[in-house]
């Protein structure tokens, strides 16, 4: 690791530690004292500073609580909300759980182009394009202007007209290995066990910010949960919330046992509002096959992370902004005022556009998911999120056919053994481990 990485670490450190409500102003002008020095001197003064980072807590006014614990996380939620037990007809249990698929894959290629892109960027290419408002597949035009180039990861395989299969990526490859881990372990898999199959079917290099610095140290021999913390300034970004949705699935009307699912996955590389987001999803989820009240949908989301967290603060700001501006344009513009300070790949901005999108789109699944995309940042987790999430509540054969037909019920992967999937043949082995844990929670 060279001395900018180093000092790239460091500096997100400082940035993370300050959003946790902790005092860094003196360590950071230690820090930038410590950039002028030659390399000989900066490596020790880089350290000393690290190490004086973790011994921060959060100062004595800072208004929230946000523990790591999941018995702490439990003490400080709002009164649990009950299961919503309810019978599945198998056939009806199967067309959400395939829809939740469908409609994740569909979502998370619409965003993959203009993944990183900020919503001025998307909004200028599609009136370039004369595509305004955004209700399709994104296409490429001739001549590309300068500037406009998609995101690395696609070709045009990825694009209108050329889609034959849902591309693969990390939005995808986590929910494909979550129902591996839990044909492998069972529904009693561990952190641990979570961490082992991440080291045998993800290859690093295509593991990113959180996940990757979890992965080192679990190579490291660093175990969860600390391997969420060690040195690892990603802690509360988005890569455990992408990673929400196979907990859902198979908890279908438990919200709390979707949680606590998300939860031990979430620890093996996040701390905090990083673990929040996870659970959140999962909690929606579960409760999004059992009614289409959005909603109740989000308040059972809600339910189960603490009710004094930043994250449930901004989803509360959200939803009272929803109930004075009728717009989303306008409303975007409040969220980011708020919130846009956020890096790009967040968990806490990034919930707030899925969360705008699904209550401006209505219960319409192109509606919520090209208003979760149009809103930037990191469209392609986003509109991943949101397809889910309504393809749960609509079911596949209510999804619009120009959004699913390209996907050829097909996805690529880079878990091993998954490379090439029927996304009904993933929706059926889900349903079959949906079954298990119906049976077990709800006979107890």
């Known amino acids: 690791m060279n001395f900018m990485d180093i000092e790239f670490l460091l500096e997100q450190e400082i940035i993370q530690r300050r959003e946790e409500g902790c005092e860094v102003i003196e360590l950071e002008r230690l820090y930038n004292s410590a950039r002028l020095k030659s390399p000989s001197e900066k490596i020790g003064e880089y350290e000393k500073i690290y190490q004086e980072l973790e011994k921060l807590l959060p100062a004595k006014d800072f208004p929230f609580q946000e523990p790591s614990g999941w018995e702490e996380i439990r003490a400080c939620r709002p009164s649990a909300a009950q299961p919503l037990r309810k019978y599945f007809p198998e056939e009806i249990l199967f067309d959400k759980i395939y829809g939740a698929w469908l409609g994740r894959c569909a979502g998370c290629l619409l965003g993959k182009p203009v993944e990183g892109w900020p919503r001025s960027k998307i909004e200028s290419y599609l009136e370039y394009a004369g595509e305004t408002p955004l209700n399709n597949y994104f296409s490429k035009i001739y ?194 005022e708020k919130y846009g300070s956020y890096n790009s790949i967040h968990t806490i901005n990034n919930a707030l556009l899925v969360l705008l999108g699904l209550l401006y789109g209505e219960g319409d699944y192109e509606k919520a998911i090209t208003l979760s995309v149009r809103g930037g940042l990191d469209t392609d987790c986003n509109g991943a999120t949101a397809g889910s999430l309504m393809g749960a509540i609509l079911g596949a054969q209510a999804l619009p056919e120009k959004w699913i037909s390209p996907l050829n019920d097909k996805v690529k992967s880079i878990v091993t053994g998954y490379n090439d999937c029927r996304i009904s043949l993933l929706a059926d082995r889900t349903l079959k481990l949906a079954k298990q844990v119906l049976a077990s929670y709800i006979l107890q």
């Open 143 to 336: 001549p590309l202007p300068s500037g406009f180039e998609f995101h690395p990861s696609v070709q045009t395989e990825g694009l209108r007209g050329e889609i034959n299969y849902a591309l693969r990526d990390d939005d995808l490859d986590y929910t494909i290995l979550g129902l591996h881990i839990l044909e492998e372990h069972g529904i009693d898999f561990s952190s641990q066990d979570i961490a082992n199959e991440w080291l045998s079917h993800l290859p690093y290099s295509l593991v990113y910010t959180a996940e990757r610095v979890a992965y080192r140290n679990l190579v490291n021999g660093i175990k969860p949960p600390f391997s969420a913390s060690y040195c690892n300034p990603y802690r509360e970004w988005i890569g455990a919330q992408i990673r929400a949705d196979i907990w859902g699935y198979i908890a279908p009307g438990l919200p709390e046992v979707a949680a606590e699912f998300a939860y031990r996955d979430a620890v093996v590389s996040h701390t905090k509002n990083g673990i929040y987001g996870e659970i959140w999803v999962s909690a929606m989820l579960a409760a999004a096959f059992v009614t289409n009240d959005l909603y109740e949908v989000i308040n059972y989301g809600l339910s189960e992370i603490p009710r004094n967290c930043r994250l449930a603060k901004a989803i509360k700001t959200v939803l009272r902004i929803k109930e004075d501006i009728q717009d989303w344009d306008r409303a975007w513009q409040k969220v980011m």
